[in-house]
């Protein structure tokens, strides 16, 4: 055996760890942080491949544990194939399974930057290293990198998806010739004589399904601001946690040793005996804690993490979107050219309230016949400083047309304004062709309703804002209110009538279809507290929600554009001259078909997930992706393409993705809670009066400060199975429910 991932010591220098399982090999291999580093390197990001996980296979470590220097030659081998052409790809790699049995494979996988092969084979041991790789590339026909002869070569590994062949034997410890013995122990430890390993951690261990690190991480991500216990609180947190989650684990001390984390462990996983005996006294001590139950800290962990796997019925990760087509309709290939790989989904969707905003007298038929527009109102969130700004450019030239045709019609209108001016009868009537599609973000109510009139007056046209912040969108009307957001962003996913009738005769007086488009971006914490009320009424599901994802190797280096110009302008141009011509009614069979199975499949995830919220946000969703999917087939000359269809299907999952991640909880809350919740008067009121964790002796004296008598323990009991308080065993203390919370109003 040799699977050894190397790692940096403080120092710098490469230690190697070994690798004991499959299960072991493979979570390695499918982190998102690895994911994520292949997807740079195959994007062209050559710098990032440093950064994947690396692995050798043909040696053992020194005896402290390095890797630099070693001379001891495991009982494997590890070969490179490098530079194959496309064509010879397939045949090889026929060639090596063919071979398998007299080679002695082991493990095959792709290279990380494609066109190569990394294989380990049994060693022979009558052969040297470079013996047998000639040997292996005599038997193959093919030829080894020659710069990959040594032993202490490392490989830099991909993930489970180009891993072709795996042989558990790989991961059966074993020196070549065995001319120095080694116990399993000795290379488990791969450090000082004073270190022992620790006992053997199950990382497949679950709760109904759930996988225990998953609850432990979600654990310190509620009650410890998603830091791990370190030198100086690890002894009570640990304890904090083993006392929270032994309920699950059958009080058993055997099973908790394999589940809860050693927080006393070095990097290398291994651990002195006396911190190992402290870890240990740790864990016992917490069992020996009265027990009450299920603790309330865990039932919000598990409640937290039930909601989260709907977010997996997206595809991608709970921290990765789904995965972008590699190949793109020519127009978004266009549009995204210029940014860098990770903001590339946030532009491929950003644009789309500008291409519709070309669309005019144009309405779709969906599945079901009811007549849609290109109505998309596109909300870009991600933390600040993360670059949401590279949406504007492509936007830009998206929208010059459209901005150089506002601009004889604003002089237009600012000189009829000069001759008739206000709060006087006016001496020429308004000229009727007037038409102004991109709006400021600061106007009146009766200047939104007249560019909505003109609008439609002007060829059933759409009206166009874009804001840094979601909350310059309250600026579009004179009552600068969240309310009136949300109403216009209902009435313009529908196409809803909208305006104003007024009696006065120099007022602005009109109703027409709202087609309103827009472009908001915002941070996550700004997105709930904006959408607070709106997650469950129809408005965000009607919103086309993306995001940016950036590692921190990502952030370390500042990313670059490419060029915006007259070449860029013409590349467009054909594509925005076919929306601008289009008009009528456009079908489109294959389009029609697609959203018809993705209906189906996105009914029987939400299911499969248990999930209400993914089930709600799905329909509308899948009618935001038709509608690109539309768009896009008018704008490419009426043909439909694999590509696409694939487009439209990714961008409903990366949209439902984004909704699922932001304010899916808070949706599956509130669609649990009864229709309508009545105020109840007695207990209820007292509880306001609670901080949102309480002691005994806090409530007691609360009951007499309002002149209650008796102990109240009936009243704690009810609060109890009402489900507005749960009793947290490990801290003492009563809290406030969040379901009570959102009933009541009390404290967030």
């Not at 589940?259 to 290398?268: G, L």
Request: glycine share 6%.
């Amino acid at each position: 055996m040799s699977v050894f991932e190397i790692y940096k010591g403080d120092g710098g220098a490469k230690f190697m760890r070994p690798i004991h399982s499959r299960e072991e090999y493979l979570q390695s291999r499918n982190s998102d942080k690895q994911q994520l580093t292949l997807k740079a390197v195959r994007s062209g990001e050559e710098g990032r491949k440093s950064q994947l996980i690396q692995m050798n296979y043909s040696c053992l470590p020194n005896e402290d544990g390095t890797l630099k220097g070693s001379k001891r030659m495991s009982s494997t081998v590890g070969m490179d194939i490098d530079h194959i052409t496309a064509e010879k790809m397939q045949a090889i790699k026929e060639r090596i399974l063919k071979k398998k049995d007299e080679l002695g494979l082991l493990m095959l996988e792709e290279s990380a930057r494609g066109g190569g092969y990394h294989l380990v084979f049994k060693r022979r041991a009558e052969l040297d290293q470079v013996g047998n790789l000639k040997w292996a590339s005599e038997l193959l026909e093919v030829a080894y990198d020659a710069q990959a002869k040594d032993i202490t070569r490392v490989f830099f590994t991909t993930t489970e998806a180009e891993l072709i062949y795996l042989d558990d034997t790989i991961f059966e410890i074993k020196q070549a010739a065995d001319s120095e013995s080694e116990s399993v122990a000795a290379l488990q430890c791969c450090s000082s004589q004073e270190a022992v390993p620790q006992p053997s951690f199950d990382p497949e261990a679950r709760y109904n399904g759930v996988l225990f690190k998953d609850i432990i991480a979600k654990y310190w991500e509620l009650y410890n601001d998603g830091k791990e216990p370190s030198e100086g609180d690890r002894n009570v947190l640990t304890f904090e946690l083993t006392a929270t989650i032994r309920s699950i684990r059958g009080y058993s001390l055997e099973q908790l040793l394999q589940v809860v984390p050693n927080y006393w462990a070095k990097p290398d996983g291994t651990c002195s005996q006396e911190d190992l005996a402290e870890w240990r006294k740790t864990i016992e001590n917490a069992l020996k804690e009265p027990r009450k139950g299920m603790p309330y800290r865990l039932k919000q962990v598990l409640q937290a993490l039930k909601s989260q796997q709907a977010v997996k019925a997206c595809g991608g990760t709970l921290t990765t979107p789904p995965a972008m087509p590699k190949k793109l309709p020519p127009l978004i290939r266009l549009l995204t050219k210029n940014v860098p790989w990770f903001y590339k989904p946030a532009v491929a969707n950003a644009v789309f309230p500008g291409l519709g905003a070309h669309l005019h007298g144009v309405k779709f038929r969906y599945w079901d016949n009811v007549e849609h527009e290109a109505t998309f109102m596109n909300v870009l969130i991600g933390r600040q400083s993360i670059g949401k700004g590279t949406i504007k450019k492509p936007i830009e030239y998206i929208m010059e047309d459209i901005k150089q045709r506002d601009q004889p019609n604003r002089q237009r209108e600012a000189e009829w304004k000069q001759k008739n001016p206000g709060a006087k009868q006016k001496k020429d009537p308004r000229p009727t062709d007037i038409c102004i599609q991109m709006l400021i973000d600061n106007l009146t109510d009766a200047v939104f309703n007249q560019r909505i009139v003109d609008a439609n007056n002007n060829g059933q046209r759409f009206i166009y804002t874009i804001v840094d912040e979601i909350e310059g969108l309250k600026k579009v009307t004179s009552k600068g209110t969240v309310d009136e957001v949300g109403l216009l962003i209902r009435k313009a996913f529908d196409n809803s009538d909208a305006g104003q009738e007024r009696v006065g005769a120099d007022s602005v007086s009109g109703i027409a279809p709202l087609r309103w488009n827009f472009n908001a971006s915002t941070t996550p914490p700004n997105a709930k507290k904006f959408f607070l009320r709106m997650v469950n009424d129809g408005t965000v599901s009607r919103l086309d929600v993306s995001t940016i994802i950036r590692t921190d190797e990502d952030d370390d280096a500042e990313p670059i554009l490419g060029i915006y110009d007259h070449t860029f302008a013409a590349e467009l141009k054909p594509y925005i001259d076919r929306l601008e011509a289009a008009n009528g009614l456009i079908e489109c069979p294959q389009s029609k078909k697609l959203s018809l199975e993705m209906k189906q499949e996105n009914k029987d995830a939400a299911k499969l997930y248990e999930s209400e919220a993914y089930r709600v946000f799905s329909y509308r969703a899948n009618v935001i992706a038709w509608l690109k999917g539309m768009v896009l087939y008018v704008a490419h000359g009426y043909k439909w393409s694999k590509e696409i269809a694939d487009f439209v299907r990714w961008t409903q999952q990366y949209n439902l993705w984004c909704k699922m991640l932001y304010f899916g909880q808070q949706l599956e809350r509130e669609l649990r809670e009864e229709v309508e919740i009545q105020r109840q008067s007695g207990p209820q009121n007292l509880l306001e009066l609670l901080p949102d964790e309480f002691t005994k002796d806090q409530y007691r004296q609360m009951r007499q400060q309002q002149g209650k008598s008796g102990s109240g323990d009936g009243t704690l009991r009810s609060w109890q199975s009402r489900g507005y308080i749960v009793y947290d065993e490990v801290s003492g203390r009563y809290c406030k429910t969040e379901e009570y919370k959102q009933k009541f109003g009390g404290k967030v």
